[in-house]
């Protein structure tokens, strides 16, 4: 419901819990979408909401979403932590997508 999605804005650790649900429950799409209409309401997002959609991704193999919203992740003024190289590490180290893991070990070695 968009009315608490706006409410998100005030508490947003129950955004965290919602998104991170979502992806435990492999509902995925649906995670990112939420992060997406989140943006689209401008509520605030934080590299929390971005790990609980990532946090899951290896176990239904959509590691591509997880790589594609570490790379948004500066557009969206969100700077990546640790967690969410791990996550993205973490999907497509599963799906054997090693020249992806080593870009972003390079990467992150690069960034400090």
Avoid at 8 to 18: E, I
Avoid at 60 to 72: G, H, K, T
Wanted: include cysteine; charged fraction near 20%; aromatic fraction near 6%.
């Amino acid at each position: 419901h968009l009315e608490d999605i706006e409410s998100w804005s005030n508490q947003p650790k129950l955004a965290t819990v919602a998104i991170g649900r979502l992806a435990r429950e492999g509902r995925h799409e649906l995670a990112f979408e939420v992060l997406h209409v989140m943006r689209s309401s401008r509520a605030a997002l934080n590299v929390f909401h971005c790990n609980a959609a990532m946090s899951n991704c290896r176990r239904s193999q959509v590691w591509p979403r997880a790589y594609e919203l570490l790379a948004a992740m500066p557009a969206l003024t969100v700077s990546p932590d640790a967690v969410s190289y791990n996550s993205v590490l973490d999907a497509c180290g599963a799906a054997s997508c090693w020249r992806i893991v080593g870009n972003l070990l390079a990467r992150m070695i690069k960034n400090g």
